[in-house]
């Protein structure tokens, strides 16, 4: 108290100031780090919710190790991330791209694509299950029928319920990226474009020798990004197969829903953390690895 009395009126101001920019971090670090570190320390416990805690050290991990289940959910993880966010990526890229070349109904038709980001994500599962259901009530596999094509099984299916289920998916993100790619092709300046223009430069060159590394911090953001929310994926899969939650034979579970399915269904909270402990690690080293790889020279 005597040093903080000491200070002048101009210093005393610049303490309450960082005082009052640190609050949002703290409370940040406290809601964020504690749930994080209580999981840490229950995946080494047995608890069912109700009773006491039990330690009983790496046994959860061990048995993680040991479950062909997992290891079904882990690849499928992996395949929502790699087959989503490259996807995505390219796509939102397309329709950006030519999106902020057309003038006509120019805000229109980026509200549309973003509208599909606004929706919730349950209502949105929902209708995409009513499209994937059989012929009289499916939509899809009504206009196969009126063509002559045989019906798809689209959820019930171990080789088709995966995509089906990502389709939402990477249609619901797309429009968050478009806007994001969109911002980005208008910070390029202009001058860029003249001046190859006036070279005479073909349009290929210039979209791979300008626009795409221009916008190599614009494309390391989306890819974070959409890696992340593909290795979280949880309300599509949940509400699309809520008969058969993760799809016949674990098809299209993530490591999200088994958390779930362990916590609230089994009620073995200690295996359902450690589940959770390998989710935050596989999130913290694609993360790095990508913010690695893509990093400028």
């Known amino acids: 108290m005597r040093l903080y009395s000491n200070l ?8 309450w100031a960082w005082a009052f920019l640190a609050l949002p971090v703290l409370f940040y670090g406290i809601i964020r780090f504690y749930p994080t570190g209580t999981a840490f320390v229950i995946s080494f416990q047995e608890w069912n919710l109700l009773g006491d805690r039990t330690w009983i050290g790496w046994v959860n991990y061990v048995e993680l190790l040991n479950d062909p289940v997992f290891w079904k959910v882990f690849v499928n993880t992996f395949e929502y991330l790699l087959i989503g966010t490259p996807l995505s990526l390219v796509v939102s890229f397309v329709i950006a791209y030519h999106l902020d070349k057309l003038r ?24 995409w299950r009513w499209f994937y259901q059989d012929v009289p ?24 319920a995966l995509p089906a289920v990502l389709a939402p998916a990477v249609w619901a993100g797309l429009g968050f990226q478009v806007i994001i790619f969109m911002a980005g092709l208008r910070a390029i300046p202009q001058s860029y474009y003249e001046a190859a223009k006036i070279d005479g430069v073909g349009w290929w060159t210039v979209l791979t020798q300008i626009t795409i590394p221009l916008l190599r911090p614009t494309i390391v953001f989306i890819v974070v990004f959409s890696s992340i929310g593909f290795l979280r994926i949880f309300d599509h ?3 699309m197969t809520t008969n058969n939650p993760g799809g016949p034979l674990n098809s299209t579970k993530p490591l999200v829903l088994m958390i779930y399915d362990t916590a609230f269904n089994g009620f073995n909270m200690g295996y359902a953390a450690a589940q959770t402990v390998v989710l935050f690690l596989i999130l913290l080293l694609v993360s790095l690895a990508q913010l690695w790889l893509m990093r400028s020279d």
């Open 8 to 15: 002048s009126i101009k210093q005393k101001q610049i303490v």
């Open 104 to 127: 006509f109904m120019h805000g229109f038709l980026r509200m549309l694509y973003f509208l599909p980001f606004m929706t919730s994500a349950v209502a949105m599962a929902w209708v």
């Open 137 to 160: 009530i499916g939509l899809f596999n009504n206009l196969l029928a009126s063509v002559g094509i045989p019906q798809i099984a689209f959820l019930n299916s171990t080789t088709n």
């Open 237 to 239: 899969v949940f509400n």
